[in-house]
Structure formats: structure tokens, C-alpha cells
């Protein structure tokens, strides 16, 4: 089961590598049309909504690649300074709560989209739960991978 799971990971990192990039890569375009408009012609309306939104895309992708590859800043210090069984049980709680809190905030990534659900983006008309729904969907995915990482810890041969 565990392998089955670390294989589904490694598809969704590959799908969330690529949409993050091309989102990067996307807003890099959208900025850099931006500046040569603002300068030389006439500023283009849309362009600092689409910015902005895959700003935030990427942001919350990255997280998702930083939380696979275990690049979040963490201060380990204290809990890898301490006995084995009471290390695997302080990395048990961590991951218990990184579950909860991933948990709440596909509940509320999915209230808000439901409370935005009627308002539409200024300038692309754009309705906003599309945008918001990277919350949940990347909550999902960052569920998935500390269920998948508690599982590793459970069933690890002792250090």
C-alpha cells in the first residue's frame, strides 16, 4: 500500500511540476508584456489581474513541491537531539498535526470559494472560485503527501 502511495505521489509532483511552471513561465510573460506596454504603448488592462492570480498559483504550488521534497524551513535541532522512540513519537504529533491543519483548510479553502462564488474578476470576468480553488486542491495534495509521510514513519524499521 505504501508503495502504491508513494507512486501516486510521484505523478501528482509530476503534474504540479509542470503546472507550476508554466504558471512561473506565464506570469514572467504576462510582467515582462507589462513593462514593454506601460512604456512604449498603452498599459494593458488584464495584465496585472492574470499576474497576480498566477502569483498566487504559484505560490501555493510551490508549497506543494516544497512539502514533497521536504524543503519547508523546519528547526530539527530539538527533536533530532532526542531518544529514538520519543523522536518518532514527536514526528508522529508533527505529522497529526500537519493532517488537521490541511484538513481545515480544504474545509475553509472550499467555504470560501462557495462564498465567493458570485463575484467575478475586474478586468477578465472571470469567476473567482476559480481562482480560490487552489487552496483546497493543493491542501488536497498536501494531505496526501503527510498521510503518505505518517505511514513512512509508522512503519519504518526502528533507527
Known sequence: MLSALKSVERGIDA?????AF???AGMIVVITLQIIFRVFFDAISWSEEVARYLLVWTTFLGA???WYRRRHIAVTFVVDG???????I????????????FGIL???GIRYMSTQGFQVSASLRLPMPYVYSIIPATSAVMLLYAVTDLLELL?????
Open 15 to 19: 503534474v504540479v511540476r509542470r503546472v
Open 22 to 24: 508554466v504558471a512561473l
Open 64 to 66: 506543494t513541491l516544497a
Open 82 to 88: 532526542l531518544p529514538g522512540p520519543v523522536r518518532r
Open 90 to 101: 514527536a514526528r508522529t504529533i508533527a505529522h497529526l498535526i500537519s493532517i488537521a491543519f
Open 106 to 108: 480544504i474545509v475553509v
Open 155 to 159: 512503519f519504518q524499521e526502528d533507527e
